[in-house]
């Protein structure tokens, strides 16, 4: 007898797929948060008015003083509130300078995760403050024909959505050859300030 031949049978090997990896949680250390907005001037006012009483340590306690420094603070002449308003300002200032050279040295990393974190708890994003010396974008050529448009129609008193609303369907209805001015005027810019950003560079 002729022993049968055994069939090989082939295994089917399960290839897992692979799962991307999740992007890591940047680590946001005390360090690299952004300074803290200056407090208020009542704010200011209540915690001086705080400090020459004795301490408390219960909500119940704090309660009726907080009233008595609002009365305190309702009470204040115009001229003793201006100094808190005056310190609150002199704060602010110093506030702004911090925060321009935060923007300056933060990792984009770490600001898209403040800003995440931000977002999350319903609070507005942090953007970067615009550099007053930046060049400003040039005009489109429907801006240009904005302005030449104000100039020779009666627009005064009139909400600029109703001077855009108007000043779009003349320009939809004018022909290329027309448009070509405000086309060659904004070339002509775009050209200027590209160049002017290549040897800033």
Not at 4 to 25: H, N, T, Y
Not at 85 to 98: F, I, P, S, T, W
Not at 135 to 154: A, C, E, G, H, V
Request: charged share 35%; with cysteine; glycine share 2%.
């Amino acid at each position: 007898m002729v022993s049968a031949k055994k069939k090989s049978v082939k295994k089917k090997v399960l290839v897992k797929k692979k799962v991307p990896a999740k992007p890591k949680r940047v680590t946001v250390s005390k360090d690299m948060m952004p300074p803290k907005q200056p407090p208020m001037p009542y704010i200011i006012f209540f915690s001086e008015y705080n400090a020459k009483l004795p301490k408390v340590s219960s909500m119940e306690a704090m309660a009726p003083r907080s009233r008595d420094c609002g009365v305190a603070w309702n009470n204040l002449p115009d001229a003793e509130k201006q100094t808190y308003h005056e310190k609150y300002n002199a704060l602010r200032e110093d506030y702004l300078k911090e925060r321009a050279e935060w923007f300056k040295r933060v990792d984009p990393k770490v600001l898209r995760e403040l800003n995440k974190r931000y977002h999350a708890k319903g609070k507005r994003r942090m953007h970067k403050p615009k550099d007053p010396a930046a060049p400003k974008r040039p005009l489109t050529s429907f801006m240009y024909f904005i302005q030449d448009y104000r100039n020779s129609n009666p627009v005064d008193g009139l909400p600029a959505t109703k001077i855009g609303a108007r000043a779009g369907e003349t320009w939809r209805g004018m022909s290329d050859e027309a448009k070509q001015p405000y086309i060659d005027r904004s070339r002509e810019a775009i050209a200027a300030a590209r160049s002017s950003t290549e040897q800033q560079t």
